[in-house]
C-alpha cells in the first residue's frame, strides 16, 4: 500500500522536475513505516517484554524526555508499571523502579556486564567501573587490596581524615563569621583525603595543583554522565568527541590532564624507586603492571589511570555533595542543628575531636547523616549495566544486550517505604524512642547494590561524619543575613546543591 502510494506520487513529477527532496522524504517515511510495523510484529511475538512507551525510529524516547531522567522514569513507571522498556537511540533500556526489581535486578550476576560502548570504555579510562569479567574481577581485586594495605577505611585513614578536616575549620575560623562559600576549600580539602593515598601526598589549600585536581573533578562532575545522548547514539558521540564546549568534550579533557598528572607521578617513581616504596596506591599498581612485564596481562597503565580517577570521582563528588546538604540543611532548620550539636557536645564535648567510634553513642546525627542520602539521593539512578544474557525480572524477558537502570531514586521517595518522602526527617531512621539508629531499610540503597555497588561506602559514611561533626563542634552555621537557604536540587551526574549559596561560621 505505501509503495502504490509512492508510485502515485512520484507520477506527478516529469522526470526532469522530480523533486528530490520530496523523494528523500518519501522514502524516510518508507523506512519509519516499515520499521515501525517490525517493532509491531515483535512486541506481538514476545509479549513477555515489559511494557512501555513507543518512541520515533532513531532517536527512540529521547525526544520525549525533557526533565532529569530520574523524574521523567518516575512517571513512566506510574503509567507503566516499576519494570518498563522504552528505546533510546538505538538502545533497549530496561528502568527498574521498585524494591522488588531493584534488588532482583542487581543481584542477578547475568546483570554485571558493562556495556561495550559505555563512555569510560570508549575514553580508554578502564576503570573499576568500566571493565568486565576476568579483568574486573582482577583488577578490582588488587586495587582494594592495595588499597587496603594503605589503610583505605581504617584507623590511619580516620587520622588523615581528622588532620584534614583540622585544616579545613582554621580555613572556616580565618573567615571570622563573614558569609563564604565553602564550595571549592571542602573540595580541595576532600581531595587531600584521597591523594594521600593514591599519590601519597596532600596539598595546602590553596595550593595550585590541589586547586588543579579539585577543578578537574568539579568539572568532571558537571559534565560527565554514564546516561546520554552519548551513549545510544555513536554518531553523535563521535561528532561530540571532537567538538568544543561539548560534555563528552570537556569530559576528554579531564582525562587528558589526569592522564598527564598520572604520568608525571610515575615519572617520579622511576627517577626514585626507593622514596616511594610502598608508599601510594600508584607505586603499589606500577609495580605489578612491572611484574607482568608488559606480557597479555589485566594490569595495565590504561587500568591504572580508570582506577585512580575512579577513586578521586568517587570519593570526592559525592562526599563533598553530601557534606554540603548536611551544612544546608543545618543552616536552613536551626532547631536540627541545635539538636545536633547538644548530642556532640554530649558524646564528644567541644575539645576532643571526633572519631568514627562515637557513631555508636550518636544516633541523631548519624540519622541525620543517613536521611540526607535518601532525602537528596546523591546518585539518582546510578550507573547503566547490561545483560550479557538473556534473564528474567519479575517475570519479564530481557533479552541479552539490554540496558539496564535502578531508579534509586524513585525508590527513596517511595511512600509504601518513607512516609511523606519529600519531607526531611532524621527520626524514620531512629528508633521510638530516638536512642538507637534502626536497622537499615532495604529501601535504602545510596550505594548501590550487588557486586557492582560502590565499595567505598565505609569511607564515604566516616568521611561524611567526621567532617559534619567536626564543623558543628566548632561553629554554629548560619544562612547569609537577609538570605534564605535554597534546598531546591540540581541534577548533573549527581543532586547537588546550590554551590555558590554563601554561609557564616561562627565560632561557638
Known amino acids: 500500500?505505501?509503495?502504490?502510494?509512492?508510485?502515485?506520487?512520484?507520477?506527478?513529477?516529469?522526470?526532469?522536475?522530480?523533486?528530490?527532496?520530496?523523494?528523500?522524504?518519501?522514502?524516510?517515511?518508507?523506512?519509519?513505516?516499515?520499521?515501525?510495523?517490525?517493532?509491531?510484529?515483535?512486541?506481538?511475538?514476545?509479549?513477555?517484554?515489559?511494557?512501555?512507551?513507543?518512541?520515533?525510529?532513531?532517536?527512540?524516547?529521547?525526544?520525549?524526555?525533557?526533565?532529569?531522567?530520574?523524574?521523567?522514569?518516575?512517571?513512566?513507571?506510574?503509567?507503566?508499571?516499576?519494570?518498563?522498556?522504552?528505546?533510546?537511540?538505538?538502545?533497549?533500556?530496561?528502568?527498574?523502579?521498585?524494591?522488588?526489581?531493584?534488588?532482583e535486578g542487581l543481584s542477578d550476576p547475568n546483570l554485571l556486564y558493562r556495556p561495550d560502548d559505555f563512555l569510560f570504555r570508549y575514553l580508554n579510562m578502564k576503570g573499576i567501573g568500566g571493565l568486565n569479567g576476568e579483568e574486573w574481577q582482577a583488577n578490582r581485586r588488587y586495587g582494594f587490596q592495595v588499597m587496603r594495605n594503605l589503610g583505605f577505611a581504617k584507623k590511619p585513614m580516620e587520622v588523615h581524615m581528622k588532620e584534614e578536616v583540622q585544616c579545613f575549620n582554621e580555613f572556616l575560623e580565618r573567615s571570622k563569621g563573614r558569609p563564604i562559600t565553602v564550595f571549592q576549600e571542602l573540595g580541595s580539602s576532600i581531595v587531600n583525603n584521597i591523594s594521600a593515598l593514591v599519590f601519597g601526598q596532600r596539598y595546602d589549600l590553596?595550593?595550585?595543583?590541589?586547586?588543579?585536581?579539585?577543578?578537574?573533578?568539579?568539572k568532571f562532575m558537571l559534565n560527565a554522565t554514564f546516561f546520554s545522548v552519548f551513549d545510544f547514539m555513536p554518531i553523535v558521540r563521535f561528532l561530540a568527541y571532537y567538538t568544543p564546549h561539548t560534555r563528552i568534550y570537556s569530559v576528554r579533557s579531564v582525562f587528558k590532564d589526569f592522564k598527564q598528572l598520572v604520568r608525571e607521578e610515575l615519572k617520579k617513581r622511576e627517577s626514585n624507586p626507593a622514596e616511594y616504596q610502598n608508599r601510594d596506591f600508584i607505586d603499589g599498581y606500577s609495580r605489578k603492571i612491572q611484574e607482568n612485564n608488559g606480557g597479555s596481562s589485566y594490569f595495565t597503565l590504561p587500568c591504572l589511570l580508570g582506577i585512580a580517577i575512579?577513586?578521586?570521582?568517587?570519593?570526592?563528588?559525592?562526599?563533598?555533595?553530601?557534606i554540603l546538604w548536611n551544612l544546608y540543611m543545618a543552616a536552613s532548620d536551626p532547631d536540627h542543628q541545635t539538636r545536633m550539636q547538644?548530642?556532640?557536645?554530649?558524646?564528644?564535648?567541644?575539645e576532643r575531636a571526633p572519631g568514627w567510634?562515637?557513631?555508636?553513642?550518636?544516633?541523631?546525627?548519624?540519622?541525620s547523616i543517613l536521611e540526607i542520602m535518601r532525602w537528596r539521593t546523591i546518585s539518582p539512578t546510578g550507573i547503566h549495566r547490561a545483560a550479557k544474557y538473556d534473564t528474567t525480572i519479575g517475570g519479564y524477558h530481557i533479552p541479552a544486550g539490554t540496558l539496564i537502570l535502578a531508579n534509586f531514586w524513585k525508590?527513596?521517595?517511595d511512600p509504601t517505604h518513607w512516609p511523606d518522602p519529600s519531607k526531611y526527617d532524621p527520626t524514620r531512621f531512629l528508633n521510638a524512642d530516638g536512642t538507637e539508629v534502626k536497622e537499615k531499610s532495604l529501601a535504602f540503597l545510596p550505594f548501590s547494590l550487588g557486586k557492582r555497588s560502590c565499595p567505598g561506602e565505609t569511607l564515604a559514611v566516616m568521611e561524611i561524619f567526621i567532617y559534619v561533626t567536626t564543623v558543628l563542634q566548632k561553629f554554629r552555621v548560619l544562612p547569609e543575613e537577609g538570605k534564605i537557604i535554597s534546598l531546591k536540587p540540581y541534577d548533573t551526574l549527581m543532586t547537588v546543591a546550590d554551590d555558590t549559596q554563601k554561609l557564616c561560621f561562627t565560632p561557638r
Not at 36 to 64: E, H, T
Not at 310 to 320: I, L
Not at 342 to 350: L, M, P, S, T, Y
Not at 357 to 367: C, G, K, Q, S, V
Open 310 to 322: 575512579n577513586f578521586y570521582s568517587a570519593s570526592t563528588n559525592t562526599v563533598r555533595s553530601a
Open 342 to 350: 547538644e548530642e556532640i557536645d554530649a558524646v564528644i564535648g567541644r
Open 206 to 218: 590553596g595550593d595550585t595543583k590541589g586547586r588543579f585536581v579539585e577543578g578537574m573533578l568539579t
Open 1 to 103: 500500500m505505501l509503495l502504490d502510494v509512492f508510485q502515485r506520487f512520484l507520477s506527478n513529477f516529469p522526470a526532469w522536475e522530480l523533486n528530490w527532496s520530496a523523494v528523500a522524504v518519501w522514502l524516510s517515511l518508507v523506512a519509519s513505516g516499515l520499521l515501525a510495523l517490525k517493532s509491531l510484529n515483535w512486541r506481538r511475538k514476545d509479549a513477555r517484554l515489559p511494557p512501555g512507551p513507543w518512541g520515533i525510529p532513531i532517536l527512540g524516547y529521547f525526544p520525549f524526555i525533557w526533565k532529569p531522567y530520574h523524574y521523567a522514569f518516575k512517571e513512566l513507571a506510574d503509567k507503566y508499571g516499576p519494570i518498563f522498556r522504552l528505546r533510546m537511540g538505538c538502545k533497549d533500556v530496561v528502568v527498574l523502579n521498585d524494591l522488588a526489581s531493584i534488588r
Open 411 to 413: 525508590l527513596h521517595n
Open 357 to 367: 567510634e562515637d557513631r555508636a553513642r550518636m544516633p541523631y546525627t548519624m540519622a
